[in-house]
């Protein structure tokens, strides 16, 4: 289990794939209440591709440091990956780095990306990126997460994650409900952190430069795969979209999900890195 500490101290948990003799390093990053352990399929399937693969547990998830569902600044999930980059590195310093960013993941991927120009990443994916909900919260949840953002900014209030909306694998989604490593909560603090991201991300879209994977369920109920298939359509960075219309939001756990990997694998390989 490798370890890693954040820049302002936080140990953070991650999974490394490895094969005997990889042609590129993925950096995998999960999706909100989630955690690495439920993407290890991916990883798998990706190191017997030739791809040596590491799925961070993000701060406040999982096997990592921080509070449960809380965020006091979106900032330091970029710290955290540009730490987990430099782990990764050290390990594996001849091989070009790609980053995988599922839903949340997805956002931390972009705004990351946005952020960090001079640190070059070979090509970066997002399935499922979190720049609008599907459905807005209930407005008692609004009201109450704009009253405590400031009062109470780490009061954790249930997520409301509707597990059926995950996967069209009943499988999929009836082992995330039994999971106990999934926490299920979201603070007001980090409500507020995770809008001003989408904010930022939609307005600083020139800044990004590095090749990118959109992909996208044409059914995903938790969030606005319409809106991210809008972003895409208006970035100057070379991009591709997939668009899966019948995949629910986690297209990598569908019962399809070669195909989606398939689409992957074609994408790194056109960028001479898989």
Not at 114 to 137: K, M
Not at 158 to 182: C, F, H, M, Q, W
């Amino acid at each position: 289990m490798p370890t890693l500490t954040a820049p302002d101290g936080t140990q953070l948990v991650y999974d490394a794939c490895e094969p005997l003799s990889p042609r590129a390093a993925v950096l995998f990053l999960h999706g909100w209440s989630d955690h690495a352990g439920r993407w290890s399929g991916v990883g798998e399937r990706l190191r017997d591709a030739g791809c040596a693969t590491y799925l961070l547990d993000q701060r406040g998830h999982g096997r990592s440091g921080g509070r449960r569902g809380h965020l006091s600044r979106f900032s330091q999930l970029l710290g955290d990956l540009q730490a987990f980059r430099r782990a990764v590195r050290r390990r594996r310093p001849e091989l070009p780095q790609v980053l995988l960013g599922h839903s949340f993941g997805g956002l931390v991927a972009l705004r990351y990306l946005e952020t960090q120009p001079s640190d070059a990443l070979a090509a970066a994916i997002v399935s499922s990126p979190w720049l609008a909900l599907a459905t807005a919260p209930p407005a008692w949840k609004r009201l109450l997460g704009r009253a405590l953002a400031d009062l109470w900014p780490s009061l954790p209030i249930p997520a409301g994650i509707d597990s059926g909306t995950l996967s069209r694998d009943p499988a999929v989604n009836t082992a995330y409900e039994a999971d106990r490593a999934v926490h299920g909560l979201a603070t007001p603090g980090a409500w507020r952190e995770l809008q001003w991201a989408q904010r930022a991300v939609t307005a600083d879209a020139h800044r990004i430069d590095t090749p990118l994977l959109f992909l996208l369920g044409g059914e995903d109920r938790l969030v606005d795969a319409h809106a991210a298939r809008a972003f895409a359509a208006g970035l100057e960075a070379p991009v591709q979209v997939q668009w899966y219309g019948e995949m629910y939001h986690e297209l990598l756990h569908d019962p399809q999900h070669e195909q989606v990997m398939a689409d992957i694998l074609a994408f790194l390989a056109e960028r001479g890195v898989a």
